[in-house]
C-alpha cells in the first residue's frame, strides 16, 4: 500500500470503519511511513481534543429533575384521564 | 385508580430513569452544541425525554437506547430548531484541503510543532476555542462531527440516527472535519499559537 492508498483510507482506519484486511494494510503502512504515521497521529488529537473539550461544559444540575417532574406530572395527567374514564364507566346513567 | 395501576406506572418511571435518563449529560451536550445557546438546549433536552418517554413502550428493550435518545433528539433539532437558525453562509468545503493542520504545520517547518502537535498547539488552544471551531461548523457537518467524534457512534449508527445514507455520512464526516481543522488553525494563528494568516 502506498501512500495515496493509505491516506484514502485512514479516516476510516481511525473511525474503525475498515474490514481487517483493509485495517491490517493501513496500519502496515503507518509503521513503515513516518509522514502517513505524523499525520494520524494529528488526526487522532484533534479527535481527541474534540472530544474532551466538548465534555466540559457543565449541565444544569436542576434538568434532570425537571424532566423527571414534567414525566410526573404526565403520568398524573394520564392518571387522572384514566380515572375520569373510569369514573365515568362506572356512573355512565 | 388501583393500586395495580400504580405500581405499573412508577415501574415504567424507574425503568425510564434507569435506561435513557443516565444519558441526560451526553444528551444536553448535543443539544448545546447544535442550539449553540443554553436555554435552548434545555428545551430541547426536556422535548427530547418527554417524547422518549410517551413512546417508551415502542422501544425496544436492550436495544442501544442513547442512539434511539440522540435519535429523537435531533430529528426534533432539525423540525423545530433548524428553521430558527437559518444559516445563510456558504462554505466553501471543497476549497480547503484534507489533513489541513498537518500541512499548515509542516509548511510552517515549525519542528516543535510538527513533533509534538498536543502540547504545543492543541493545549493552548482554549475550551472555549474548540467549542467555537465545532459550532461554526455548517448544522448538517458539525451533526455527524459530534456523532462521530464526541459521542463515537459509528458511520451506520449517525446514519440510522440522522437518517441518511452511508455515503452521507462519510462525505459530511469528511467535509466536517476539513473546516473544523481550518477553524483550529484560524484560532491558533489569532491567538499567536502559530504564525499564519487567520483569513
Known amino acids: ?93 | 385508580m388501583t393500586d395495580k395501576r400504580k405500581s405499573k406506572i412508577l415501574r415504567r418511571e424507574l425503568e425510564f430513569e434507569r435506561e435513557a435518563l443516565v444519558h441526560t449529560d451526553a444528551v444536553y451536550r448535543m443539544a448545546l452544541r447544535m442550539t449553540k445557546n443554553r436555554a435552548d438546549a434545555e428545551d430541547l433536552v426536556q422535548e427530547t425525554f418527554l417524547k422518549a418517554y410517551r413512546f417508551w413502550d415502542s422501544f425496544e428493550k436492550g436495544s442501544n437506547c442513547r442512539a434511539w435518545l440522540f435519535k429523537i433528539l435531533t430529528n426534533l433539532f432539525i423540525t423545530s430548531y433548524h428553521k430558527k437558525a437559518k444559516e445563510k453562509q456558504q462554505f466553501a468545503y471543497d476549497d480547503v484541503e484534507s489533513y489541513y493542520l498537518y500541512n499548515q504545520m509542516e509548511a510552517g517547518n515549525d519542528k516543535q510543532l510538527l513533533s509534538d502537535p498536543e502540547h504545543m498547539l492543541f493545549n493552548q488552544l482554549l475550551d472555549d476555542d474548540v467549542r467555537k471551531a465545532i459550532e461554526e461548523l455548517p448544522e448538517d457537518f458539525r451533526m455527524v462531527v459530534v456523532l462521530s467524534f464526541v459521542e463515537g457512534f459509528s458511520y451506520q449508527e449517525i446514519a440510522d440516527i440522522v437518517g441518511i445514507q452511508l455515503g452521507t455520512v462519510k462525505s459530511r464526516l469528511h467535509r466536517g472535519r476539513k473546516l473544523l481543522q481550518k477553524s483550529l488553525w484560524q484560532y491558533a494563528v489569532r491567538r499567536g499559537i502559530v504564525k499564519g494568516k487567520s483569513g
Not at chain 1, 491516506?7 to 491490517?24: A, G, H, I, T, V
Not at chain 1, 509522514?35 to 444540575?61: G, H, L, N, S
Not at chain 1, 417532574?69 to 380515572?83: E, P
Request: contains cysteine; proline residues 4%.
Open chain 1, 1 to 93: 500500500m502506498d501512500c495515496k492508498q493509505a491516506l484514502m483510507k485512514l479516516y476510516n482506519y481511525l473511525d474503525n470503519e475498515l474490514s481487517p484486511e483493509d485495517y491490517s494494510e493501513v496500519e502496515a503502512h503507518l509503521k513503515t511511513c513516518k509522514k502517513c504515521f505524523a499525520k494520524a497521529q494529528y488526526e487522532r488529537i484533534i479527535q481527541e481534543v474534540v472530544r474532551k473539550r466538548c465534555q466540559t461544559d457543565p449541565v444544569p444540575i436542576s434538568l434532570k429533575t425537571e424532566i423527571i417532574a414534567r414525566i410526573r406530572q404526565l403520568d398524573n395527567i394520564s392518571q387522572k384521564n384514566s380515572s375520569d374514564n373510569n369514573r365515568n364507566f362506572f356512573f355512565r346513567p
